[in-house]
């Protein structure tokens, strides 16, 4: 997921990518895409903390049929 902030030249909104220890920053034009790219990360953190829950039950019943 494409991490998020402020660019230190122009200061605005920027995606920011490190490749070979540069760091480059790409502008977000839309605020309504900003938000949504926000929006997009909340859902994937909610995704990721219920898979890693699934898989500790799954885990946890493996264990119990053993």
């Keep these: 997921m ?12 920027s995606k920011i ?3 070979d220890g540069k760091i480059s920053y790409e502008a977000v034009q839309d ?3 900003f938000k949504k790219i926000g929006q ?5 953190e909610k995704f990721k903390a ?3 829950q699934l898989q ?8 119990e049929t053993k």
């Design 2 to 13: 494409s991490k998020v902030a402020k660019c230190p030249t122009c200061g605005s909104n």
């Design 17 to 19: 990518k490190e490749i």
């Design 31 to 33: 605020d309504e895409a």
């Design 40 to 44: 997009l990360k909340k859902a994937m």
């Design 50 to 52: 219920k898979a890693e």
């Design 56 to 63: 500790e039950e799954l885990e946890t019943l493996k264990a």
